[in-house]
């Protein structure tokens, strides 16, 4: 870090972050390797693409674009308290829900404070603590699931935040309801637990916490998710979390005002009433699931159970040499050295069109 030029002039705690370089994009990957088409099982899109009421959202007020959108998404936050139960003011959105996590380390980290999350986990912890000069604690998984008693013990008095990603990024695993509930008791009072439920929509376990029930009891939780799985919008950005009022309304001080454009806001508030394409979505899923975790059992591979659309699967060899030769034939998958998990790799589920080729190249890169 000491030999990157210009670095008296940044904030020291930046330089804890790797720069966000260019990397190789899809065109010229095909044109690398004379491929047709890429597959990408690696970012957990919906491999149905996105609810086509919401395509036909973004083509009707495509014409609108000129006008600066709602600064605090009015209708949505709205939809979303109705469903949920709570009040309109109890909801934030952000431009995506990676946004709504700085917001949520901008408001509450002080330089120097913790926030504690299992580990292997979403890299993006990483980086927005660090942006605050906070400071990550990572508290190994347990069976490749977080280990919510394990987080306690981590509690300093310097403890501020404390993510459960549920169900778990990179692993695909749940914290089931009556460890939250054990969890949730004597969590010190200047303690905020944040659970990060990006996947909610695909779990399909009666025991999976229903978390706005603390939030609803006077704690201090926050809930985040996103449009981007589920509804197929990663391309648009948009991401909300729920709390108590005050908490809430203390990170809207954080706020870029226009954060959430206005294709996003059209396109949500119309994903978000197309049953059919949610109901599809899961059937897809299901699916995929099913098959590829059997062809990649028969393979010898070991696959954690998921509640997700992607399957954490242990290929007992170097991940990276496998992801780099399917790469090759324009197939995508997650590999981290930040998991600590060198022959594991996330892999998004696709259409049953998609996970076939995917598990035919996997067969001809084994033979
Ligand atoms: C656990 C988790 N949280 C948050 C996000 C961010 O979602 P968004 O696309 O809304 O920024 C992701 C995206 O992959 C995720 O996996």
């Not at 139960?85 to 917001?103: H, K, P, R």
Request: aromatic fraction near 8%.
């Amino acid at each position: 870090m000491a030999n990157v030029k210009g670095a008296e002039l940044v904030r020291p705690c930046i330089l804890g972050n790797d720069p966000n370089l260019p990397e190789q994009t899809n065109e010229e990957l095909k044109k690398e390797f004379n491929l047709k088409e890429v597959l990408s099982f690696n970012c957990n899109e919906n491999p149905l693409g996105t609810s086509p009421k919401a395509i036909a959202a973004i083509q009707e007020h495509a014409k609108d674009v000129f006008l600066y959108p709602d600064a605090t998404c009015t209708e949505l936050r709205r939809k979303v308290a109705k469903a949920n139960g709570i009040d309109e003011m109890q909801v934030l959105f952000g431009n995506g829900a990676d946004n709504v996590l700085l917001m949520l380390t901008e408001t509450f980290l002080n330089e120097g404070e913790e926030m504690i999350v299992g580990s292997p986990h979403f890299f993006v912890y990483n980086t927005t603590v660090q942006l605050v000069g906070g400071k990550l604690v990572t508290v190994p998984l347990k069976n490749y699931t977080v280990d919510l008693k394990a987080i306690k013990a981590a509690i300093t008095p310097k403890t501020k935040l404390i993510m459960v990603c549920n169900p778990n990024n990179p692993t695909g695993t749940i914290v089931k309801e009556d460890e939250v509930k054990e969890f949730m008791k004597d969590i010190p009072d200047n303690v905020i637990v944040i659970f990060d439920e990006a996947y909610a929509e695909f779990v399909d376990a009666a025991d999976y916490p229903n978390s706005l029930q603390y939030v609803n009891a006077g704690k201090k939780v926050l809930v985040i998710r996103t449009l981007s799985k589920i509804f197929g919008m990663a391309g648009c950005r948009i991401g909300y979390i729920m709390g108590p009022e005050y908490l809430i309304e203390l990170m809207r001080r954080t706020v870029e005002y226009f954060a959430v454009n206005r294709v996003a806001q059209d396109a949500a508030l119309a994903a978000m009433d197309d049953e059919e394409f949610l109901h599809k979505t899961l059937a897809v899923n299901k699916e995929g699931k099913e098959y590829l975790t059997k062809e990649f059992t028969a393979m010898g591979f070991t696959c954690q159970p998921s509640y997700t659309n992607f399957i954490f699967v242990d290929f007992h060899r170097d991940a990276r040499e496998i992801a780099d030769k399917l790469r090759r034939q324009g197939l995508l998958i997650a590999v981290g050295g930040g998991w600590n998990c060198p022959t594991c790799s996330r892999i998004s589920i696709g259409t049953m069109e998609m996970n076939k080729k995917l598990v035919a190249a996997f067969k001809e890169i084994l033979a």
